[in-house]
Every structure is written in C-alpha cells, then in structure tokens.
C-alpha cells in the first residue's frame, strides 16, 4: 500500500468514510448475508442450550420415573410373600388361607 | 487554478452547516477510535499482562465439573425372577429453619415484620400437623416446638427424615410451607443410594447385605458376586448455563457407567418362605432352649438349594445373620448312619437291609463303646419281639440303634479303615464343598489322621458308626441324602444359575454331578430302608420319625439323628469341674444337643431332599429336642405346605384322598414263600415289597413294574431273583 493510500484510509477512518473507502456498498448483500449467517448461528446456539436444558430435566423425569417404577415393583414383591398375605388374612378376620388340596387342573 | 477556485466557492457556499454537524460527527468519530483505542490496551493488558487471584478466576471462569456418575447396582432375584435385593434410592429430608429470618428482620415496620412473622409460624404449625401424621414418633406439638426452637437458636439444619421412599418425599413436598419451594418453604431434599430387600429378614443370611464388604460376613451373595453386581462408575463434565441450570458439557469428555449384572439364584422364594415360616413356628417358643436352628431344600436331580434357612437366637429374637448349613461343624448323630449303611451296601458287605446281623454279648465293638450289646436298649427291643441271636439291619436303621451300626463299622471296617476312610473322600464327606457363596467350613475328624489313616482310637472309630468324633456340616449331609435320593448321583449343591443383564444371560452355572455314591439298585434299596424311619411297619416298631411324621400329606424318607455337642469349660457354670468325665453332661444331668432330620419327599419319586438341624443350649434333655421331634415337625410343615401348592402334586386330589405318610406300598408282602404281585409299583416300592417277601430284585426300564417273573402267587424258594420289567 502506498503512502497516499495509507493517508487516505487513516482519513477516511476520522472522517467516517471507512465502509465507503472500503468498497463496502459493493460487497452489501454478503455483509448482510454474513450478519444473518452469525444471528443464526447465535440463536441455534441458544436454541441448543436450551434443549440440552430440556434434556437434562426429561433426563431427570426418567430418572425418577424409573425409581418411582423400582418402588412400586417393591412394594408388590413385599405383599407378594406368602406369610405376609396370610398374616394380613388372619388379621382382617378372614377365613381364606392356604389351600387343603392340590389344584386339579380341569383342562390341559 | 480552476479547480483551487471551484473548491473556493463551495466552500463558500457551505462553511457554516458543514462545519457545525462536522465538527460534532469529527468528535463522535475521534471519541469512538479513541475509546476503541482505549479497549484494545485493557483487552491486550488483560490477556498478556493481568494476573488475577485465584479466587476471582474461579469466580468468573463458566464452571465445567466432573461429576461422576454412579451405575445402578445389579439385581439378585430368585429362580422365577422375583427381587430378592434391587437399588433404587432413598431421599433424606432436612429444613432450613432459619428461612426468611434474615428478610424479614430487614423490614423497618415492627407490627409488619411481626406479622410475616406470625404468618409463618402458622404456616410451620401446618406443616407440624402434616408431618405428624408422616411421622408419628412426634405429635404435632413436638414437631412444631423442634422446629420453633431451632429457629430460635437460628439453625440452619434440621433433619426431618433420615430416609424416605420416593412416594413419602412427594407427599412432604406438597406440605404447608414446604410446597412454597427451597428458599421460601426451606425444604432441602437429597438422594440418597440404598439397597432394598422386598422380603426382609427372608433368607437374609443367604442374600446379606451392601455392607459385608466391610464386615466379617463371607457367605453371602452380595459379597461374594460384588463385583459384577457393582458395575463400574462413569463421568461426564457439566456446565452452567443461565439461571444457574447446568447441562452437560459436550466438548468434554464423557464414560457412561456400566450398570451391574443382575444374579438369578436357584432359591425359590416360595419354598423359602414356607421352609422359614415352618422353622420359626416350630422353635418361637424356644428361645430360652435354643441356639441355633437351620434349615434347607434341594432340587434332588440338580443339586440346586431352593431354599436355606439360618436362626440365630440374638438375645431371645430370631435372627438371620449367619450361615449355619454353610459353616457349622458339628458331629452329625445317627444322620451319619445312612453313610455307614451305604458303605457296607456299595463294598457288598450287606446286599440288603434286611439282613441280620449278630447279637453276641460278647461282640467286641459292643463291649468297648457301648458297655455291652444290652448298652442300645433298641437290641432288647427288638429281641422281645423277635428271639433268638439275630437283629435285622433295617430295624437297626428304623431305630437308630447304635449296637447295628457300631458292629457294621467295626466287623467290616475294623482292619481296614482305610476303606471306610476312601468312601468319605469320594463322597466329599472329609473336605469342603465347592459353593458359589464360598466353599463351605471343611470337616474335621477329631482323631483321624489323613495322613496315617490307620490313626486313632478304636472306640472313636467305632463311635463314628452313629456319628460322633467326625464334624461336618449341614449342607455335607444334605448333598450325601440328596445323593441317595437321586440313585446314587450326587450332585454338587449351587445356588446361583445364571448371571443376567437385561435379561440376556452371560454365564450359566448347570447341574454337576460330582460323584456316584452307589447304584440306582442300593439307591432305590436304602430309600425304601429309609421309609421306615417316617413309618416303619405298623405289625411291630415304628420309626424314630413316624410320630412326629403323622399327618404327613407325602411320604418322606429319612434319617433322625442327635448327638450330644462336647462340653467345653466356658460353656457351663463352675467350668471343668462342672463337667463328668465323658464331656457330654454336667454333674446335674444337663447337655446340649445338635438334632437333625435330613430325609427327601415324596419318597416314591423324589423331588426335594431336606435337613432341619437344631442346636440346643445348655439344659436338661427333652425329646422334642432330638431329631425325630423339631426337625422332624419342621418337615412334616414343609412336606404339607408344598404339597397344596407345589406343581409336582397338581391333580393329585383327582386321583383320590392323599396318601397317608405313614402308609408303605400297597402290595402286600407275603411270608410263606409265595412271590407277591408287584404290578403297578415303582421300582423302590417293589423292592421294600420284594425284600420283605424274602425275594430279591432284578429290573431292566424305567417306571413302573409292567411284568415280572416268575409270576405272582408262585411258590420259589426265598432269596431267589424276581425279574421285573419296568414301563412308563
């Protein structure tokens, strides 16, 4: 660059011609385009962060779904035990309890 | 010069706006590269020369932290996948009560402050209501005065739960108070990792826990497969983003856990159950009498423990917390006379139980162990109904009597021990099992010497006859009846049969057969022998079983047997000198006793071998304590429960009323040298029938007796051979 381009840019700088000094009318649709391109980019970044955030609390449902699931098949294991269910019976009064026979199977 | 006057005149014409809107836009322009300026010194000042502390580098650097992740825990399950032991956590809540104190000392307005104030201890009085009903350990009142004190001495933590499951946790969240969230209501909520068992206490000893790693405790299955129960640990990097959430950090690196393989065991928790429900009833009231007490059942054709039992009388309560079938050695009674049979029927020695053996008073075996053949009043017994110089084997077994087994040990084995010595090492009976859990404690023999096994005095090795100087444990005899049960195929006792992960399996454990003990014939032979001990022949003598036995909706072969447990000084008040000099008693007549029943049911085609040993504490001797009475009760329970409700015996009730225990096969014997019809029975049927018509057995097939020869209600001389042919 020459030394009178050189003083013509510094110019343009202070007298707020830089863009024009630049040619930038020339290369506007690309600026605008680039301008869009990194709001794009911005917003899919927050957009991302954002689903990543959705992801994490679906994470934790699951998560808590699956323990809620663990206890509740727990549970049914505990009345599951023969001994309990008999005890329960026997508390509420009832006359059921084990059987007498073996069962006959009417059908194969 | 034109152009130095064009440039003149314009700018004439446009000197004073120009220079106006100029000189401020020159300005604005000169200040924005000057602060730019300004920026680009602060940006490079800070990126090559500034040096913070530490503290405000933490501070302000977006955080990225390893968080290692846990992997859940396998699973234990039973055999039909039942959960035995999961993972799934507990939450433990805590409060702050302290909340909002701060915010609402900073209002200037005293009867404002007060009432924010009142406000919230009503609401803190709404939730000492609702925390009372979750808690009942504390009423209302209490609950309220603990929470009020606290925040009157400004804690910031109280605990309100140690550990609550994920239903009891929402409930407490929706509470008065604590529904308004963390930092208004105070509420403070953390998992917390557990191990949860659905069925308590069942099989606890067997099962264990998380925390044997850090105990004593070796035989359990969390123990001994934690490793693949435990998974390994993953890690990921999260981030914060805004409003303090974090999301994982993806540019990082992240190891996912690996959850733990699940272990499917043999036990059957339904058998379990009735095995330790038929236990406790039997010995509730037993506490002041008894130590320990165990109990388990085995698939008789793999050799898979479905069910194993363990009480430890803990300060007068049953408890699960050691495993006595794996561990505790003690010397086995009449049990072991099933062994001495075997060996005397596997050598040829005796080809049936129904042979005799003499009663001479003279018989030295007799005179040193058992001070003369009159020592065993069962050879009294059985001369009083049967005169003469003979004793038939089977009553011996039947009865238990020492003399009969005493002399076997001693007549065939006395010069060559070795050989009786040869069978207990083939039939595993002089070393530890292998066992997943753990191999289990190795027998002991209180003279023998494995290295000169001539070793030792002949009156211990004559007492081995009915079971005494040689210790093993539970599970030793339960394979060894199991064995019998299974003609002759001993298998070696497991107890876990697959490792799983989402239900794919990974490892497979099969059935092992690890010896023959004997042939099917002497097999089928002492089953029938063994028959006796539940029933016996109701013409003359009874089994040491069959009244406890009674009642007993499947028959059941079996042995009884109870020893005396060695006093040793620590054991008895006034020590040695409290002791006679056999160390069975004390001076006063008190003993402790170890009583057993191993037998297998239903007797004609076995299904499941059982042992019930006790093990008594020190006090005077009652009969129930000996193995025909508890631990025959005990079996007598298990027998009937499985019996309505197992799957073996379904449609059994079509075919009529259930057979009585105490009946033996339907053919009659008969006693005059005519050969009995032994049609339609199974094999061990007509061989008691055939053995007790003075015959012999010699059978090809499988099933029941299709045909045999010579033909039925022919007269052949005793002794002689019946063919039989057994179809399916």
Redesign the interface.
């Given at each position: 660059m020459s030394a009178k381009k050189k003083g013509g840019f510094i110019r343009s700088?202070?007298?707020?011609e830089i863009l024009m000094s630049m040619k930038a009318d020339k290369y506007f649709v690309h600026i605008i385009y680039t301008f869009f391109l990194i709001l794009g980019c911005l917003l899919l970044g927050y957009r991302i962060?954002q689903t990543?955030?959705k992801?994490?609390r679906n994470k934790a449902t699951i998560d808590?779904l699956?323990?809620?699931n663990?206890?509740l098949?727990?549970k049914v294991?505990?009345q599951?035990?023969?001994?309990k269910l008999l005890d329960e019976l026997n508390k509420e009064g009832s006359d059921v309890s084990?059987?007498?026979?073996?069962?006959?199977?009417l059908k194969k | 010069m034109a152009r130095k006057k064009d440039t003149g005149e314009i700018k004439g014409t446009t000197s004073t706006g120009r220079d106006r809107i100029g000189i401020v836009?020159?300005m604005v322009?000169?200040a924005a590269?000057i602060i730019s300026i300004l920026f680009i010194i602060r940006i490079v000042k800070i990126q090559y020369f500034f040096h913070p502390e530490e503290k405000l580098v933490e501070m302000f650097t977006p955080s990225s932290a390893k968080t290692i992740l846990q992997p859940v825990r396998g699973t234990i399950m039973a055999d039909d996948g039942?959960?035995l032991a999961?993972?799934?956590?507990s939450y433990r809540i805590e409060m702050d009560p302290s909340i909002r104190k701060g915010e609402f000392a900073a209002v200037e307005d005293e009867s404002l402050r007060k009432s924010y104030e009142d406000t919230l201890q009503t609401k803190i009085g709404r939730l000492s209501v609702c925390l009372a009903e979750v808690f009942p350990e504390k009423d209302a009142g209490t609950w309220k005065k603990t929470i009020l004190d606290a925040r009157a001495e400004n804690k910031g933590n109280l605990v309100i739960a140690k550990q609550v499951?994920?239903?009891t946790m929402k409930q407490i969240e929706e509470f008065p108070l604590f529904d308004e969230g963390r930092f208004k209501g105070g509420i403070k909520i953390t998992q917390v990792p557990a191990r949860?068992y659905?069925?308590g206490a069942?099989a606890k000893s067997t099962i264990g826990s998380v925390a044997d790693t850090f105990t004593t405790r070796k035989n359990t299955l969390e123990l001994r497969y934690d490793k693949e129960l435990r998974g390994e640990n993953g890690y990921e990097y999260t981030r914060t983003?805004?409003r303090r959430?974090?999301?994982?950090d993806?540019d990082s690196t992240y190891r996912q856990p690996v959850d733990g393989y699940d272990v499917r065991t043999t036990i059957d928790?339904?058998l379990q159950?009735?095995a330790?429900?038929s236990l406790r009833e039997n010995i509730e009231a037993e506490t002041k009498n008894l130590d320990y007490a165990c109990a388990a059942i085995m698939e008789v054709k793999t050799g898979a423990v479905k069910a194993m039992v363990n009480l430890t009388n803990t300060d007068g309560v049953w408890r699960e917390n050691y495993n006595h079938v794996l561990n505790h050695l003690g010397e086995p009674g009449s049990v072991f006379k099933g062994v001495v049979l075997t060996a005397v029927m596997t050598d040829g020695y005796v080809k049936s139980s129904l042979e005799t053996i003499p009663i001479r008073a003279s018989e030295g075996a007799a005179v040193a162990t058992l001070g003369g053949v009159h020592g065993d009043r069962h050879v009294s017994e059985y001369l009083s109904q049967h005169p003469g110089d003979e004793m038939q084997i089977r009553f011996g077994f039947m009865r238990s009597s020492n003399y009969t087994f005493v002399y076997l040990l001693d007549h065939y084995y006395r010069n060559q021990s070795k050989k009786f010595y040869q069978h207990l090492h083939d039939w595993h009976l002089d070393d530890s099992i292998h066992f997943e859990l753990s191999p289990t404690a190795k027998p002991t023999n209180r003279f023998y010497d494995s290295e000169n096994p001539v070793s030792g005095t002949l009156i211990s090795f004559q007492q081995m006859g009915f079971g005494y100087t040689i210790r093993i444990t539970p599970m030793h005899l339960l394979m060894f009846y199991n064995a019998i049960a299974n003609g002759g195929k001993m298998m070696n006792p497991y107890i876990v049969s697959s490792i799983e992960k989402d239900g794919k399996v990974y490892e497979q454990f099969s059935p092992r057969q690890i010896a023959t003990v004997c042939s099917k014939e002497i097999a089928d032979s002492l089953n029938v022998t063994m028959r006796t001990v539940t029933g016996g022949d109701p013409r003359s003598y009874r089994g040491t079983a069959a009244r406890s036995m009674g009642g007993a909706r499947s028959q059941v072969a079996g042995k009884t047997g109870s020893a005396f447990i060695y006093l040793e000084a620590k054991d008895v008040p006034g020590g040695r000198a409290n002791i006679e000099g056999n160390g069975q008693h004390t001076l006063d007549g008190r003993c402790k006793k170890q009583a057993t029943f191993v037998g297998f049911f239903p007797a004609e085609n076995p299904q499941y071998s059982v042992i019930v040993t006790l093990y008594t504490r020190l006090g005077p001797w009652k009969s129930e304590f000996d193995g025909g009475g508890i631990p025959a009760l005990v079996v007598k329970d298990i027998v009937n429960?499985l019996?309505?409700?197992?799957g073996f015996?379904?449609?059994?009730?079509?075919d009529g009323p259930?057979a009585e225990a105490t009946t033996l096969p339907t053919a009659t014997p008969t006693n005059d040298g005519t050969v009995p019809d032994l049609k339609g029975l199974s094999l061990s049927d007509a061989l008691w029938t055939a053995e007790k018509s003075g015959f012999t057995i010699k059978w090809t097939g499988e099933g029941k007796v299709a045909s045999q020869t010579p033909a039925a209600g022919k007269n052949e001389i005793q002794g002689t051979a019946i063919q039989v042919v057994l179809k399916r």
């Open positions: 700088l202070f007298t707020g962060e990543f955030v992801a994490e808590e699956k323990i809620r663990a206890e098949i727990y294991e505990q599951h035990r023969m001994t084990l059987p007498t026979e073996p069962p006959v199977i | 836009l020159y322009n000169v590269i039942s959960l999961t993972s799934f956590p499951d994920y239903f949860q659905p069925y069942l983003i805004d959430q974090r999301i994982q993806y928790i339904r159950d009735i330790d429900r429960a019996y309505t409700t197992d015996w379904n449609d059994t009730a079509a259930a």
